[in-house]
């Protein structure tokens, strides 16, 4: 058993490239509490890649699916959950999450972001002529809800993942 028990799921948004599954689930590590991820639930409900669920059945659907995963999740247990990059814009996810969460933004800079997300071929949003442009956009147009999240921790470039961990222990005590 846990040697003890979260009041609250730790819910963690921001950016795609964040760190928020690498932070999420080295946290919950740190913690001994269930790792939950609503990008992976989807994926294994669906029995298909992000990619594919969009190129199937498009953005809006997604978002369905990511709002019933969430308050699913947030009902199961109560653990770190990790969240896909679009799931705080949506209201009814942000008054799900700040009624049983605290959530936490990872703040990371465009530069450090596009660092960990431009080798990869997982983000359907960023399937664009220019996706470090895209990337911006989002970003600029995302800030104003992130920075709704509870707490905000910085995710530099070179900070190590249990740096991370410490820092984000150390704004939620
Ligand atoms: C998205 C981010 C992805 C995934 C989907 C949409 C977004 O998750 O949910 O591709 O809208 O930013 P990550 O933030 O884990 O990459």
């Known amino acids: 058993a846990a040697a003890f028990e979260l009041r609250k799921t730790v819910v963690m948004v921001g950016m795609m490239g964040a760190g928020k599954t690498a932070v999420g689930r080295a946290l919950a590590a740190r913690l001994g509490v269930p790792f939950l991820d609503s990008d992976a639930e989807i994926e294994s409900a669906a029995n298909m890649s992000i990619p594919e669920i969009f190129a199937r059945d498009g953005e809006k659907f997604f978002r369905r699916k990511e709002s019933q995963v969430i308050g699913r999740l947030l009902n199961e247990a109560r653990g770190v959950l990790s969240t896909g990059g679009g799931a705080f814009l949506s209201a009814e996810n942000r008054k799900m999450i700040s009624e049983r969460g605290a959530s ?70």
């Open 104 to 173: 936490v933004w990872l703040n990371a800079d465009l530069d450090v972001l596009w660092n960990r997300v431009r080798h990869k071929d997982t983000r359907p949003l960023l399937r664009t002529a220019d996706p470090r442009a895209t990337l911006s956009g989002l970003f600029e147009a995302r800030v104003p809800f992130y920075s709704q999240a509870d707490l905000t921790v910085v995710s530099d470039g070179d900070a190590a993942i249990e740096e991370m961990v410490d820092r984000v222990i150390a704004a939620l005590l």
